[in-house]
C-alpha cells in the first residue's frame, strides 16, 4: 500500500520530499524504495524538459 500511494504520489507530481514527509522518512533515500521510475516515466520527464522551454 506504501509503494501504490508514493508511487502514485510521485507519478501525479508531487516532489520526493514531500513524499518523504507524508511517510514518515527523514531520509529521501527511503523514500527510493517506494518509487522506482518506469522507462515511461523517464521519457515524460525528458519530454517535460523539451517542451517548458
Known amino acids: 500500500m506504501r509503494h501504490t500511494f ?3 504520489l510521485v507519478r501525479g507530481g508531487t516532489d520526493l ?3 518523504a514527509e ?3 522518512h ?3 533515500e ?3 524504495i517506494y518509487t ?4 515511461d ?3 515524460r520527464a525528458l519530454n517535460h524538459l523539451i517542451t517548458d522551454e
Open 36 to 39: 522506482q521510475p518506469t522507462e
Open 22 to 24: 507524508l511517510l514518515g
Open 6 to 8: 508514493a508511487t502514485s
Open 17 to 19: 520530499v514531500t513524499v
Open 26 to 28: 527523514a531520509r529521501l
Open 41 to 43: 516515466d523517464k521519457i
Open 30 to 32: 527511503t523514500v527510493r
